[in-house]
C-alpha cells in the first residue's frame, strides 16, 4: 500500500495567518498517461463525515473557500489555508486515490492560537 | 443534490455478523463506483472495499478481505458491507463514499458499529 506520512499532527495558528500542512507519499501519485496528481484532501470537524476540500492536489470543490489551496505533484504536497478562520478549526487528512486501496495521512488537528 | 445515507450499525456481540446499507439519492447510482470507509476512534479513516457501479468487480482492503463482503442493488440504490465474525477491533464509524474519477466526492453521515459482549 502507498503510505502516506502527514506533518504536523498538530498545529495552533492565530486568526487571519496562515497555517500549512505537509503531505509526503512513499510512491508517486503523478499519472504519467494525464499528468494528474491523484492527491485529494479532506476536512473532518467533530461529529462530521470527511469533506472532500481539493482534489487532483490543487482543484478546489465547489463551494470551498479561496483561502483553501493545494500544491505540490509527485509525493510531496501541501494544503494551504492562508488567512485561518474560527469554522476552520478541524482535522485534516490528505488521501491518495492512486491506487484503488484509498489510504490516508494520519491528520492534523488545527486550533486557534 | 448527491446524498448517501448508511444505515444498520449498533451494538453487537463478538462473533456475529451485521449488514451495512448505503441509501444513496441525488445522482444516478448505477454509473458510480461505491467506496467503504471505516473510522475508529480518534484515528483516521481506512478504505475497507469498493464496488463497481455494476457490481460485477470488488477489492478488498488485505485485513478484511476474508469477512467482508460488499454488494449493491442498482434498483434500489443501494449498497451493503455484509461484516462476518465481528470483532472488537471493528468497533468503528463506517462510512460509503460516491467513487468519482475526480475524487471520492461524497461520503455519508455515517453508522456507528460496536463490537462489545
Known amino acids: 500500500d502507498i503510505v502516506m506520512t502527514q506533518s504536523p499532527d498538530s498545529l495552533a495558528v492565530s486568526l487571519g495567518e496562515r497555517a500549512t500542512i505537509n503531505c509526503k507519499s512513499s510512491?508517486?501519485?503523478?499519472?504519467?498517461?494525464?499528468?494528474?496528481?491523484?492527491l485529494a484532501w479532506y476536512q473532518q470537524k467533530p461529529g462530521q463525515s470527511p469533506k472532500l476540500l481539493i482534489h487532483w492536489a490543487s482543484f478546489r470543490e465547489s463551494g470551498v473557500p479561496d483561502r483553501f489551496s493545494g500544491s505540490g505533484s509527485g509525493t510531496d504536497f501541501t494544503l494551504t489555508i492562508s488567512s485561518l478562520q474560527a469554522e476552520d478549526v478541524a482535522v485534516y487528512y490528505c488521501?491518495?486515490?492512486?491506487?484503488?486501496?484509498?489510504?490516508f495521512g494520519g491528520g492534523t488537528k488545527v486550533e486557534i492560537k | 443534490q448527491v446524498q448517501l445515507a448508511e444505515s444498520g450499525g449498533g451494538v453487537v456481540q463478538p462473533g456475529r455478523s451485521l449488514r451495512l446499507s448505503c441509501a444513496a439519492s441525488?445522482?444516478?447510482?448505477?454509473?458510480?463506483?461505491i467506496h467503504w470507509f471505516r473510522q475508529s476512534p480518534g484515528k483516521g479513516p481506512e478504505w475497507l472495499a469498493i464496488?463497481?457501479?455494476?457490481?460485477?468487480?470488488?477489492y478488498y482492503a488485505d485485513s478484511v478481505k476474508d469477512r467482508f463482503t460488499t454488494s449493491r442493488d442498482n434498483s434500489k440504490n443501494t449498497a451493503y458491507l455484509q461484516i462476518d465474525r465481528l470483532r472488537s477491533a471493528d468497533t468503528a464509524v463506517y462510512y460509503c463514499?460516491?467513487?468519482?474519477?475526480?475524487?471520492?466526492?461524497?461520503w455519508g453521515q455515517g453508522t456507528l458499529v460496536t463490537v462489545s459482549s
Open positions: 464496488i463497481s457501479y455494476d457490481g460485477t468487480t470488488r
Open positions: 488521501q491518495q486515490y492512486y491506487a484503488t486501496a484509498r489510504t
Open positions: 510512491q508517486s501519485v503523478l499519472s504519467r498517461s494525464n499528468k494528474k496528481n491523484y
Open positions: 441525488g445522482f444516478t447510482f448505477s454509473t458510480f463506483p
Open positions: 463514499a460516491r467513487g468519482d474519477p475526480t475524487a471520492d466526492d461524497y
